[in-house]
């Protein structure tokens, strides 16, 4: 088993295995938290009659047999129960077919829930840490070493994600091609974070050192990842950099951190050894691997090998797909980022009063817990836990259809729905439904140096109209 075993991968391992499950602990934790008021019976989009509609697709779900909410908090907590082992390491401590299993069974109960999530978990990275955590299973145990062939698997889907992303930055918006998109990108990210004022304000020449920096990242170190130590561990280390700066700069979910951990993939020991003297990983013998896992792992190898061609295709197609999954069990995707860049960044803001609409009527604003409101309110760091309402929202301002969910939401806090209200920061009527609602638009941007200083704030904003004038509840 020499050529199968990958020696010398030990902390790789433990990062990819321990990291993952951590994610998925989040996304667990997320889906409890958020699921029944956005997606569940009496949600905004609720996934009763979602299954309904997609009754006989064979869509892979625990739930196309029945739903609930509290079959989904069940699933939910089960997936985080499973996750936090799995941090721990406890069933990677046991033979190999313990941390398989755990694996697999936390993939397939995320996956359930991401097959009826709709536009709420139409993110990319709800495909990639899918992708992840399926090949996390096949990693083995410290009773085993790693397997090679999932280790490059591994850093061929970190080469889809950067290598993806920087194609469709260049094919896409001109700003990446000459360098301004950072002149913008900080300002109108969908959820800046409290760091990203001060990126904002960078000089403009550092703005297109970085953008220079991330081209670099995405478009030449990928290759390097699969060349042999230490060049490997090199690009590994350039892409774990970039990803660090992201997530300084930005809430982005979890979608850097795990590329984080995917890009140890092609961490070496000897190169933590070199960082960290002193640093000593156990090497698990390679004859020691069983034949069952290795006939497992090389069949999933040849599986993943088989379905690689349509993102490759996808890469170097004139018209690249941006987050597609190309099978219904979300692996083997194809992945990219913020193709073009907002200029101007647009916030819905929703309003509510007790009183008639009029001149004296007062206006009370709701608070969302990561997107921008009040302007004197410092952004916060989120990721990477997801806020799924507030990403929407976002979406919302920019243009895109909120037909199918926002009727829905602004007829809930109406009602005072408390598990509406529980997904927001502030509810400024205390639980006491408005008599009338109305959504305004405002045009954000960053204040300035003097402006904060003078004014103690983060954000100026101007009204720019109105995306639903004043509603009222039908019973008042």
Known sequence: ?????????????????????????????????????????????????????????????????????????????AGAAVAALLVAGLPQAGPPWLPLAAFLLIWFLYLSIVNIGQTFYGFGWESLLLEAGFLAAFLGSTEV???????????????????????????????????????????????????????????????????????????????????????????????IGTQAWLVLSGNFAWLNILTILLAFSAVGDSTMQALLPGARFSAPDPSATPVWFAVVVLAVTALMLYWAWDPLRNLFSRDQLMNASFNRWHLSNAYGAFGSITRIRNEVVIEGTLDEPGPAAQWREYGFKGKPGDPARMPRQFAPYHLRLDWLMWFLALGASGGSWFPVLVQKLLDGDPRTLALLRTDPFAGIPPRWIRVRVYRYRFSTWAERRAERVWWVREPSGFLLEPVRRPEA
């Not at 591994?154 to 998109?181: C, H, Q, S, Y």
């Open 145 to 239: 070493a790693p397997p090679v062939t999932v280790l490059f698997l591994f850093r061929w889907l970190v080469f889809r994600l950067e290598f993806g992303a920087g194609l469709i930055k260049m094919r896409g918006d001109p700003v990446w091609r000459n360098l301004t998109a950072l002149y913008y990108h900080h300002e109108t990210q969908p959820m800046p974070n409290p760091a990203s004022w001060f990126f904002h304000h960078l000089p403009k020449p550092l703005h297109k050192a970085e953008v220079l920096g991330n081209h670099f990242a995405q478009l030449v170190v990928p290759f390097f990842l699969f060349f042999p130590q230490p060049v490997a561990g090199i690009a590994a280390l350039v892409v």
């Open 1 to 77: 088993m020499e050529l199968f075993s990958a020696e010398g991968y030990e902390f790789a391992r433990q990062v990819l295995q321990r990291g993952i499950a951590a994610v998925y602990l989040i996304a667990f934790i997320s889906a409890a938290n958020q699921f029944p008021a956005l997606l569940g019976e009496h949600g905004l989009l609720p996934a009763p009659r979602f299954l309904e509609r997609v009754r006989g697709r064979g869509i892979p779900t625990l739930f196309r047999w029945h739903y609930s909410d509290r079959f989904l908090l069940a699933v939910a907590w």
